[in-house]
């Protein structure tokens, strides 16, 4: 019993609790910036998870939430964090002990003997235990890494449930968009033809030269490809959303929208200090580069002697029912120390210290990305709002401009040449504003995504 309790007592280390790693202060970036530029696109509203809904749209709703669910690329994601969430329980098996029971049933009987010969059976049992001494912390390490790599998959989860939705937006943004552009490519077309029957009336009646006729016709000509063309690129947004949700273009069930029912949506206020927290990407780098912190632990302890406690008991009878009458007790102490191995831990120590400087590079880098990509978002932003309030002022005087040069035409006071630079000043201006709104809501979307989407690390 004494031996039994000695081994139950060296044990006692398994059972600790393990503590997580944590990054040193020197690890990170310092100063950090104080406030964004361009910050009058921010609002003090709270950043909420399901952002995409301060648009206004089901459609869109009904398209995120179909991408969060039936995606093959969210499906992947998932299995990946179940497979870390196995490794880690394999990496943290070695800080209990691993016992193992045993069996035998074994009869004999002498060849060539007579019939009623004597057989002899023979029985045992048997249960073993072992467990490793972690007086280097090298269990221990494995452990912590395997939770950081486990951490690190789930942020890569998240971080690529933000991404898909960011794409679906964007691409529901542009087909919408597009659905606008061919509307109004569509009602420039009339438009041109109607001139066209003008201007052939005209001609007809000698008060337009031929010249007039054929570029007129020209500029319906070229409506008509600018429709086409349009009508082309919808197409293709249409199979790249559908490539996004993991559907055939023709299940897509998109409703006719317009961006005119689309909301710009007041983004919640994020201040530079609180993005380290808010963006899956960095918390997925920090992760990484802790578990590279406990693959150097386990590195340099591997290089110490090792210790291991076996254990077991053991009993064996020729007879059945006193198999376990005399039973045998053990315990035994190994040590292992490594001596001469061509120098393969060394190396295997400083290839991690050499991996733990890449992924500090990295997560570095990732900080330096995030301050990066909300500086762009909001620039672009407040760049967008500046084009639109000047293309206003374009599109009403072009608006007024064709309306005029119409008239003017019917009534023989001005040329055709005038007549259309009005007209396609005038598509350009239509055409161009919608891209411009198109542009404002993607602008939204990349600086949702910039500022992590409401993300937030949950501390543990």
């Known amino acids: ?81 179940e497979q870390a969430q196995k490794l880690a329980v394999v990496a943290g098996a070695p800080l209990l002990p691993e016992v193992s029971a045993t069996g035998s049933l074994g009869r004999q009987r002498r060849m060539g003997g007579s019939s009623d010969a004597a057989s002899l059976s023979n029985y045992s049992a048997g249960l073993a235990a072992s467990y490793e001494i972690d007086f280097w912390g090298k269990n221990r390490a494995a452990y912590q890494g395997a939770l950081s790599t486990l951490r690190a998959s789930e942020f890569d989860r998240d971080s690529l449930q933000l991404t898909l939705t960011a794409s679906v937006a964007t691409a529901w943004i542009q087909q919408t968009g597009l659905q606008d552009r061919v509307q109004i490519a569509g009602r420039n077309l009339e438009n041109a033809e109607r001139v066209l029957q003008l201007v052939e009336s005209r001609y007809r009646a000698g008060a337009a030269t031929p010249i007039e006729l054929a570029q007129q016709r020209g500029l319906v000509a070229s409506q008509r490809r600018s429709q086409a063309l349009l009508q082309q690129q919808y197409g293709n947004i249409q199979a790249a959303l559908a490539v996004l949700l993991s559907k055939s273009v023709s299940e897509l069930a998109i409703a006719d929208n317009s961006l005119n029912q689309v909301a710009k949506p007041m983004i919640g206020l994020v201040m530079p200090s609180e993005l380290l927290t808010r963006r899956p990407d960095i918390a997925r780098a920090e992760a990484s580069l802790l578990a590279a912190d406990a693959n150097i632990q386990v590195a340099r302890a591997t290089m110490l002697p090792s210790i291991t406690l076996t254990g077991g008991i053991s009993t064996g009878s020729d007879h059945l029912h006193s198999v376990f009458d005399n039973p045998l007790y053990s315990l035994a102490a190994g040590i292992a120390a490594p001596i001469f191995n061509a120098g393969r831990l060394a190396a295997q120590r400083d290839y991690a210290i050499a991996r733990r400087q890449e992924l500090l590079a990295n997560y570095r880098q990732a900080i330096i990305t995030a301050f990066a990509d909300v500086e762009t978002a909001l620039n672009l932003i407040n760049g967008i709002d500046r084009q639109t309030q000047a293309q206003d002022v374009e599109l009403e005087n072009a608006q007024r401009a064709f309306a005029l040069a119409e008239s003017r035409y019917k009534a023989g006071a001005e040329t055709l040449l005038t007549m259309l630079d009005t007209q396609r000043t005038l598509f350009a201006a239509q055409d161009l504003a919608v891209q411009l709104h198109q542009l404002s809501l993607q602008a939204s979307v990349d600086l949702y995504r910039a500022l992590g989407g409401g993300w937030q690390q949950v501390a543990r």
């Open 1 to 81: 019993m004494k031996a039994l309790s000695l081994f139950l007592l060296v044990l006692l280390p398994a059972c600790t609790s393990v503590q997580p790693l944590q990054l040193q202060p020197e690890d990170g970036l310092s100063p950090l910036p104080a406030a964004w530029r361009n910050a009058s696109s921010l609002d003090n509203n709270k950043l909420d998870q399901a952002w995409w809904q301060a648009f206004g749209s089901p459609d869109l709703d009904r398209l995120v939430r179909s991408v969060h669910t039936d995606s093959f690329n969210m499906a992947a994601a998932i299995a990946r964090v």
